[in-house]
């Protein structure tokens, strides 16, 4: 993608984009003392909505789940999408797809199909409805493999399709020794939302393939962290870890390890900062309404952006390549390096969700993060277009909420700072790279040091964006900078 409207860093704007006058709260901490789990899950879909999520050694992904006739129905066409080249055409009551070589024959209100030349008879009819082919989702055991040429494994009670090997297993055990804590290793890395309640917290794995152990309760004879019990549901796995203190969630080994702890106690001058509101009747608060630490979102080291997604395409960088599929590879490939370094880092997306820019800034502000880094990319030019925000004149604040649109104000420096550094180490690789001011969304509504990377093919051929080699320069580039500035962001208050 090619944003217009920008000029390098040492020009100056006398006007910008304008948008809506909003008001961002600030210490966002306080939606957690609500409900701390709504509040993550807040940009996910609404609960109602069925999904099936689609598990491949190649890409993790989520369709809708449509009811028809009192069964659960999903779209053939979409769901095959990101496994490979694929095409429909409906005429009249009949539906033809083609898969790579694999080509099927579907009729409106039938259950028997022509796939490859044979005749497979379906548990429901197929449903043609406005041009999209429906199957029943029980139907897919039966119509996967015949298109896939391959086995498949169909969850249909939790809403999970496996291709290929792609379960993540865990084991969890108890590591008595001071500081206590519950370890939970992971076959393959590891990204969940995470959300504390009151004797619980939960990991919800939407993009992992996590599947249950001998027995989906697990005891560890503990009396701060007793058990946790697994569960899979609409597309979605989670680990429910129970306790009688507030717990906190910390990442090691790449990924795929979770280490849960009794989270330390806030003291005195930090609850200071952020106090309980008084109660209706304005009496003083009770020690049961004190803040503390299981009341706020689990820190981030970093929020990695990867643009567009879902029905957001992107530019197309070639004729099979969006631009929101190279910007998830790029983020994928920098949160493998950042973690190899021990640094939490959160993905806004790591499947094919549809967010707003909305969403996107609430879920980097409420991650709290050291820096947020919103990924572009684009098969014009060369190289690296790095860009900060240029921030519009502050409109009014009042107290602990500011104006939404100059949210990045108070982080500029930082965020420039930040940029410099990435320019430097890109160059360093001989990575062309140029540095830009812009008033771009959602730069400006980040509350953290923000910046954004639109990145180029190396050498001008579009095949770089899809390249291992390049996607690590690229991703070890990124790290290395922001390890330089690594001081800076921690210490900003």
């Not at 015949?146 to 498949?152: A, D, Q, S, T």
């Not at 590591?175 to 009151?198: C, D, H, K, Q, R």
């Not at 992992?208 to 007793?226: D, R, Y």
């Amino acid at each position: 993608m090619r944003w217009s409207s920008t000029r390098p860093r040492t020009g100056v704007w006398s006007t910008c984009n304008k948008t809506n006058s909003r008001t961002l709260d600030a210490v966002l901490a306080c939606a957690f003392i609500v409900s701390s789990a709504s509040a993550i899950f807040s940009f996910s879909a609404s609960a109602e909505e069925k999904q099936l999520s689609i598990y491949s050694s190649a890409t993790s992904y989520s369709v809708s789940v449509k009811p028809h006739d009192g069964q659960d129905y999903v779209a053939l066409l979409e769901l095959l999408q990101r496994l490979g080249p694929v095409t429909a055409k409906a005429d009249g009551s009949r539906w033809k797809l083609r898969f790579k070589n694999s080509e099927a024959q579907f009729e409106n209100g039938k259950t028997r199909v022509r796939i490859r030349g044979r005749d497979v008879n379906l548990p429901m009819s197929f449903v043609l409805d406005n041009g999209r082919g429906l199957v029943p989702v029980s139907a897919l055991s039966i119509l996967l493999p015949e298109l896939l040429g391959k086995p498949i494994t169909l969850h249909e009670p939790s809403g999970r399709l496996f291709l290929d090997n792609t379960a993540v297993h865990f084991t969890a055990q108890m590591n008595n020794a001071a500081p206590a804590g519950l370890v939970i290793n992971f076959s393959s890395p590891v990204n969940p939302m995470i959300a504390t309640e009151p004797g619980k917290l939960r990991m919800v794995f939407q993009h992992e393939a996590v599947v249950a152990p001998g027995s989906e309760i697990l005891t560890f004879g503990n009396k701060l962290i007793p058990s946790a019990t697994y569960s899979a549901t609409n597309g979605a796995a989670e680990i429910a870890v129970s306790a009688a203190v507030p717990l906190f969630a910390s990442f090691s080994n790449g990924g795929r390890t979770i280490t849960i702890s009794p989270a330390p106690q806030a003291s005195p001058t930090a609850q200071s900062v952020a106090p309980a509101a008084a109660t209706p009747s304005g009496q003083p608060q009770t020690a049961g309404n004190t803040i503390t630490n299981s009341n706020l979102p689990v820190h981030y080291f970093v929020v990695l952006d990867p643009s567009h997604g879902g029905s957001e395409r992107g530019a197309a960088l070639s004729d099979d390549l969006g631009e929101k599929t190279a910007t998830l590879n790029f983020a994928l490939r920098m949160r493998q390096e950042f973690e190899t370094h021990g640094l939490s880092t959160l993905l806004v997306r790591n499947g094919d969700e549809t967010l707003t820019l909305d969403q996107r800034s609430g879920i980097a502000n409420r991650a709290h993060p050291a820096i947020y880094v919103c990924i572009h990319a684009s098969s014009e030019g060369t190289g690296i277009r790095l860009y900060t925000a240029l921030v519009p004149a502050a409109g009014e604040s009042h107290g602990l909420f500011i104006d939404w649109n100059s949210a990045q104000a108070a982080s500029i420096d930082t965020s420039q700072s930040a940029a410099t550094n990435l320019a430097a180490e890109f160059s360093k690789r001989r990575i062309p790279t140029r540095s830009l001011v812009a008033p771009l969304r959602p730069l400006n509504n980040i509350t953290s040091a923000a910046v954004a990377i639109e990145v180029a093919p190396f050498t001008g051929g579009v095949s770089d964006l899809s390249s291992s080699g390049y996607q690590q320069q690229i991703a070890e580039s990124v790290v290395a900078g922001i390890l330089e500035v690594r001081a800076k962001l921690v210490a900003k208050p």
